[in-house]
């Protein structure tokens, strides 16, 4: 390990214990804790003036930023009501506890802990082995793609509340693919319109192709607002053109590109997230077959269009703010702060700098490379979010006059202005023992026996070890995503003969290998391997079931369907 390029930090941390070896001995230690019952009582959704005021005053271009259209279904059309959202549990009354309790709620969840100068020092126990780091950006990339909103502006403002013009949430890299290279050519290479338009650093490295002011020219600008979800993006533009380069057209390329990016998902993003067992008790598969869901709570109406749940969107997918750190290893020796002084940070919206620059095996296991005894991971799924997200940065969210900065602030004021159940009633309603807020550390009794239903999901974590999600967060986070993927006709999930690539195990290492965004050849942590990244992929034969468009008809993603 080399010294550290410090970008700022402490460096008040010591021991001589392996951290590693600590913590792969923790990582299989945690057991699930008891839950018990608790008394519940049922809240109305008053107006929110204040949550209205400060929370849309955001930029909108990233997770700080204001309520995607149509997201208030349920407190502006009504509980059953559908659209672009709808309510997973409709007939849960909302929970609207005061502000005051929720700000001070808020404050509590955040770790004091300074960014480190170097990621070895880190010894405080929020390590989770079972996730490194890179997982928590995936985990982004994927929800942009399934909250990206193409639909025409003008549509947008006629349903402000998203239940007749909408973008479906299937997961078909659209903030990757844009509406395709002849409404979007701006995302297409000029000289060939079947690759993706790549750039490059004036260091020589791949970046995303950029503007003049340094904003990326790509297909969700929110996949830009931090330099590590961004060059994963990357990694999908240069997957997709290694299919070309390798012989196949356009459209067999995305259809490739898309499931390979569904396959980490079903197989290595949400086995880690929710457990295996979570994933094999809602999805079957059968070789040579469609794959089988089986969905006890995610109902949507439209199954062309299926709603996404505020319950999911508002609550238990933003388990992944509490996991970020405060600083990340980007390559050997170059600790950079998350979110600190400008410009020595990993804020996003300017072409890639040099210390910014990301070695992919210090975010994920890459085969053929050893693991590095600094490698990033991901911090526990637990109620303590990481310093900088105190203070989100004006790339995520505007610097306004008494506008909210902390994230956690901001979720817990948003999942009421949503009209989120609490987490108790939640629970209830999926035949399980509720945690009382006495074990969820909530002892005002002004909570009134109830709690957020995204500090809930936290919390049942954290007091099962924080490795995973609980199961009231991964059942509605498995049941939607699976469900969506079950919906999408053109999923790897309904090829009817099935599909799977060429070589397995197959997960995200190997996909950045296959992009060729990390090679093995002169990597100082090569165990001998042949550089398997830089070799255009070998790729199976199309299914017969498989609908793919002729070369000269790319595919253009649905755009505002009413």
């Known amino acids: 390990m080399n010294e550290p390029n410090v970008h700022g ?118 390590d989770n082995a079972s996730i490194p780091a890179g997982f928590v950006y995936l985990g982004q990339f994927i929800d942009h793609d399934m909250t990206m909103d193409k639909t025409p502006l003008g549509s947008q403002q006629a349903d402000k509340h998203g239940t007749l013009n909408y973008d479906t949430p299937f997961f078909d890299l659209g903030s990757v693919y844009g509406r395709g290279p002849i409404l979007d050519p701006q995302l297409y290479d000029p000289a060939d319109r079947r690759l993706m338009r790549i750039g490059v650093t004036a260091e020589g490295h791949p970046d995303l192709p950029r503007q003049a002011d340094g904003k990326a020219i790509i297909g969700d600008p929110r996949n830009d607002e931090n330099l590590i979800v961004a060059q994963l993006h990357l990694a999908f533009l240069q997957l997709h053109n290694r299919f070309v380069e390798s012989g196949q057209s356009f459209a067999e390329a995305q259809r490739l590109t898309r499931w390979h990016f569904q396959w980490l998902i079903v197989n290595d993003f949400l086995p880690r997230i929710v457990g295996q067992a979570m994933v094999d008790s809602i999805i079957k598969n059968t070789p040579g077959r469609p794959s089988q869901v089986n969905l006890r709570f995610y109902r949507p109406g439209d199954k062309k269009r299926p709603m996404m749940p505020v319950e999911y969107s508002g609550a238990a997918y933003r388990f992944g703010h509490s996991m970020i750190r405060a600083e990340y290893e980007m390559s050997d020796g170059i600790t950079v702060p998350f979110f600190g002084r400008a410009p020595h940070d990993l804020r996003g919206s300017r072409p890639l700098p040099e210390f910014a620059w990301a070695d992919w095996n210090y975010f994920f296991d890459i085969p053929g490379l050893g693991m590095p005894d600094d490698r990033n991971l991901s911090r526990h799924i637990d109620t303590k979010l990481a310093l900088p997200l105190e203070k989100l940065p004006p790339t995520v969210v505007q610097h306004i006059d008494n506008g909210i900065l902390s994230l956690a602030e901001r979720n817990l004021l948003r999942g009421k202005q949503l009209g989120l159940p609490s987490g108790q009633d939640v629970a209830k309603a999926m035949g399980l023992a509720p945690l009382s807020n006495g074990q969820l550390g909530l002892t005002n009794t002004a909570w009134n026996g109830k709690a957020p239903l995204w500090f809930y999901i936290l919390k049942e974590s954290e007091l099962a070890g924080g490795l995973s999600v609980g199961p009231v967060g991964g059942r509605i986070i498995a049941e939607v995503i699976l469900g969506i993927l079950s919906l999408d006709r053109d999923s790897y999930l309904n090829a009817a003969t099935g599909w799977a690539p060429p070589t397995l195990p197959y997960a995200c290492g190997d996909m950045l290998l296959q992009a060729g965004a990390i090679t093995i050849e002169g990597h100082p942590e090569a165990e001998g391997a042949e550089d398997e990244g830089v070799e255009a992929p070998e790729e199976p034969e199309a299914p017969e079931d498989a609908e793919v468009e002729e070369p000269e008809e790319p595919e253009l993603a649905e755009v505002g369907a009413a």
Do not use: C, Y
């Open 9 to 126: 930090g402490s460096t008040e941390h010591s021991g001589t214990i392996s951290r590693r070896g600590v913590l792969i001995g923790l990582a299989a230690g945690w057991t699930m804790l008891s839950a018990f019952s608790s008394t519940t009582v049922a809240h109305a959704a008053p107006a929110v003036r204040k949550v209205v005021k400060i929370l849309s005053g955001a930029a909108g271009a990233g997770h700080g930023a204001g309520n995607p259209r149509g997201a208030d279904i349920a407190v502006t059309v009504g509980r059953n009501a559908q659209g672009r959202f709808g309510l997973m549990f409709p007939k849960l009354p909302a929970f609207a506890p005061d502000d005051a309790l929720l700000e001070e709620l808020a404050k509590q969840m955040i770790d004091r802990t300074p960014p480190l100068s170097d990621v070895k020092l880190s010894n405080d126990g929020f």
